[in-house]
């Protein structure tokens, strides 16, 4: 078939789109590569600068990852203050979700299926490990006032 | 609460409210790069004669197998008026609570979601099973009245997606039950009114299944006999009725509606409103992507009708079938997921459907697997079904622009619909980005 000026056109836009994509998809390889480096390293498997005895014995940095997930909301007037928000965490480790709030309810961690009551000055606490991967609902139950959205990947 | 999310409601004692992880940027890059090629190419490579409607009777499957069709349908239809009856019964005096009561799980996630994916792959169960006409066979089949086409089955899948998607408590088994009750209702009075093979085909369920069930490799010739057919000829002998294209609209626009609610931007625009208040602003965003839809799909086919000198109602009309391979496509994309793990929580409940602490089928300790299947897979699921939905939607639509028009018409005509399908493609799969 001889090439005619629009299939010339269209085989040019195309070839865009390729370069286009292509560009893309290299700008997200650096990227993955980045996140497994970081992987590495945190690892004490991995990192000889942590002594495994430590890593074997202790369930991994448990102070340190409760104070890197420690999810707080708080509930004024039947409102989450701020409005629900999206909070991602890592497969695996362990979540606190302090709820504070003005009513007396309860705080509902679907998927995990985790269940906590909440009073005025009494915040409930849910502390669990993070082991099902997706975007999961807390929420008010009795209300169904969304807290936030938690993201584990 | 809204989406899958009002399905975290359905669930709130049992192991629900779980949705997908945002799609990883190098899957959408991908997808959206191998939609744009296929686009381009499925210009140059694809047929210049139609071929889609002479292979669309298919073959006749041998006659043994024809034998099972009678007592499978028997089958089907007692499994129909069974299930609606225990739904109903569960809904109005079942237990209170949305993740001890079978009904919302039955009617969003086995029902919704469950029949779309077997109409789409198997053909039109639903024909078979459909309790409204068990319960109608009594009333004549026709009435003098003109028939309203797919009208009224675009009004009935409006309502039932309001309530998953917009309404603030759909999880409720009493809000379920009254739904139900009332659709019912309508649709037996829709059988009196316009006879009874009306729900054939004006009942909302009956219509959407009945339209993804041309894409299925099965379907019953006029003799009822099973025939086999090559993927996507039987949307060549899609009926075009009048609200057709609402109907399209209505369940393209509700799924991509529910990807909506999901991203970062609407939980933010969404705010702190709960019940009436989220409603509101859920039934506005509902029509006003029910409206991007069809507005998107009918200037593409306007500029189609120009083109061709042709009228555009006719044009959007003629066009149409290329949307339900997208349709299903949006649906998979988004309800995969649900299917697998929320479905497992139908199991567990048959044991007991009413909340009396029985357990007929030894399931009711069982907890959700979320391992069956994993992110990645699910992550696959969706890019693939968008992109093969895509390049479905643009085979179908080639084959009737060759149809239709002279070869050189035929290839131009295509742009605008290209233009369209790209468009639904890398939106569908922005959605999934869940930015």
Do not use: K
């Amino acid at each position: 078939m001889r090439p005619t000026a629009r299939s010339r056109a269209a085989l040019r836009a195309g070839t865009v789109a390729v370069t286009m994509a292509a560009a893309l998809l290299t700008g997200c390889g650096d990227d993955d590569g980045a996140a497994s480096d970081t992987a590495a390293t945190v690892d004490p498997t991995v990192d000889p600068t942590v002594e495994p005895t430590v890593a074997s014995t202790t369930p991994l940095a448990t102070t340190t990852s409760v104070a890197a997930h420690r999810i707080e909301v708080e509930v004024a007037g039947g409102r989450v203050v701020g409005g629900s928000r999206r909070e991602a965490v890592p497969l695996g480790e362990e979540v606190t979700i302090v709820v504070r709030a003005d009513v007396a309810e309860e705080v509902h961690v679907h998927g995990y299926d985790l269940l906590a009551e909440v009073a005025p000055g009494v915040p409930a606490e849910l502390t669990f490990v993070a082991d099902i991967p997706g975007v999961f609902e807390v929420e008010l139950e009795a209300s169904h006032t969304e807290l936030l959205r938690l993201e584990v990947a | 609460m809204t989406g899958l999310v009002g399905l975290g409601g359905v669930l709130a004692h049992g192991v629900g409210g779980r949705t997908d992880l945002p799609l990883p940027l190098w899957l959408f890059s991908y997808g959206a790069g191998a939609v744009l090629l296929a686009s381009f190419a499925a210009l140059r490579v694809l047929w210049r004669r139609p071929r889609l409607r002479e292979a669309a009777p298919g073959a006749a499957l041998p006659s043994p197998v024809q034998l099972v069709t009678l007592p499978l349908a028997i089958l089907l239809r007692g499994l129909g008026i069974l299930a609606l009856a225990v739904v109903f019964v569960a809904a109005w005096w079942g237990p209170d609570d949305a993740g001890a009561n079978i009904a919302p799980i039955a009617v969003y996630v086995v029902f919704w979601v469950g029949l779309q994916v077997v109409s789409a792959l198997a053909g039109d169960v639903w024909s078979a099973m459909n309790p409204l006409r068990t319960i109608a066979a009594p009333l004549p089949r026709t009435t003098a009245r003109a028939d309203p086409g797919h009208w009224t089955a675009a009004a009935m899948v409006l309502s039932f997606v309001w309530l998953e998607l917009a309404y603030h408590d759909p999880s409720s088994p009493r809000v379920v039950g009254t739904w139900l009750a009332a659709y019912c209702l309508a649709a037996l009075a829709g059988a009196v009114w316009w006879g009874r093979d009306w729900l054939r085909h004006g009942e909302g369920f009956a219509a959407i299944f009945g339209l993804l069930a041309h894409l299925a490799p099965l379907h019953r010739d006029a003799e009822g006999r099973l025939r086999v057919r090559p993927p996507l000829a039987g949307l060549t002998d899609v009926e075009l009725r009048p609200g057709t294209a609402a109907l399209v609209f209505v369940t393209l626009g509700s799924t991509t509606f529910d990807g909506l609610t999901r991203t970062e931007t609407w939980i933010r625009l969404l705010g702190d409103r709960t019940g009436w208040a989220a409603t509101a602003v859920n039934t506005v965003g509902l029509l006003w992507m029910i409206a991007l839809v069809a507005a998107a799909y009918l200037a593409a086919t306007r500029v189609v009708a120009r083109m061709a000198g042709r009228d555009p109602v006719e044009m959007a009309m003629t066009f149409l079938p290329s949307l339900v391979p997208i349709l299903f496509a949006y649906t998979l994309a988004h309800y995969f997921s649900l299917l697998v793990f929320e479905g497992q929580n139908a199991y567990v409940l048959a044991s007991d459907p009413f909340g009396r602490g029985w357990d007929l089928f030894g399931t009711i300790d069982w907890r959700v697997n979320f391992t069956v299947v994993s992110t990645d897979t699910i992550a696959y699921v969706q890019a693939g079904a968008i992109v093969v939905g895509h390049v479905a939607g643009v085979i179908t639509a080639h084959d009737r622009a060759v149809e239709l028009f002279r070869p050189r018409l035929a290839e131009r005509s295509q742009y605008p619909m290209l233009g369209v399908m790209v468009l639904f493609t890398v939106g569908g799969l922005g959605l999934l980005l869940g930015g």
